[in-house]
């Protein structure tokens, strides 16, 4: 167990309206990542980060910004939710080069 | 550019079978790791293994067993004596970019064992 929760677990919201998902760790890893699950694409790369303030973009990082201001703590903010960015949000801790990820977050945008 | 490549979208395969679940991958990097996830149905996702590039050695975890060919460039997976709880989807994943330390994923498998 890495010690990683998200929150929420679920969430529905409407097109347009800011969303911000949150990934909280308790064991003080440097690098964490913000993936999601779409069926037929397996999970991708949204954005990650490499220490606190120290963030950087994947491959489907439009639409998303994040933030780290404690080691503990990694936010993922849709600034104006779309259809499209519905989809299971996973977060993810690097220990050594093996990731763990949390239980993720199911969001949906009507 | 990397990828993984997991041509098996589903398998079903009845209790007691073996099972092999393919993934083939692409990166220019002479150092890499390779994954094995699983994700049950009730969705986390569960790491099984990491291999090094380095190391083509076969490795056995009870049921679970890992063929690595630098030569093929294939990571394959197989389950001997399946069983009901094995039924999940399973992903291979490639780590090359040693600084962001992120993973390229397959697009998955799903395996069903039927009682």
């Known amino acids: 167990d890495a010690g990683i929760t998200q929150s929420p677990r679920h969430k529905v919201t409407e097109t347009g309206t800011p969303v911000t998902l949150r990934c909280h760790q308790t064991?003080?890893?440097?690098?964490m990542y913000w993936y999601r699950q779409d069926p037929g694409h397996g999970l991708r790369l949204i954005h990650y980060s490499y220490g606190v303030k120290d963030t950087d973009k994947g491959e489907v990082s439009d639409g998303y910004s994040v933030s780290r201001s404690k080691t503990e703590d990694f936010l993922l903010t849709l600034e104006s939710a779309t259809s499209s960015q519905t989809s299971v949000y996973f977060c993810?801790?690097?220990?050594?080069?093996?990731?763990?990820f949390g239980p993720g977050t199911r969001l949906t945008v009507t | 550019a990397q990828k993984v490549t997991q041509a098996q979208t589903e398998i079903s395969v009845v209790e007691k079978e073996d099972v092999t679940l393919d993934c083939v991958y692409e990166t220019r990097d002479t150092t890499y790791y390779l994954f094995w996830y699983k994700q049950p149905p009730s969705g986390e996702l569960v790491f099984l293994i990491r291999r090094n590039s380095f190391d083509e050695q076969n490795e056995i975890s009870g049921r679970y067993s890992w063929n690595f060919q630098k030569s093929t460039s294939s990571f394959n997976f197989t389950i001997t004596a399946s069983q009901v709880v094995d039924s999940a989807v399973y992903f291979c994943a490639l780590s090359a970019d040693t600084g962001r330390r992120a993973l390229t994923f397959g697009s998955g498998t799903r395996l069903q064992v039927q009682p």
């Open positions: 993810a801790i690097a220990q050594s080069y093996e990731q763990y």
């Open positions: 064991e003080n890893h440097r690098y």
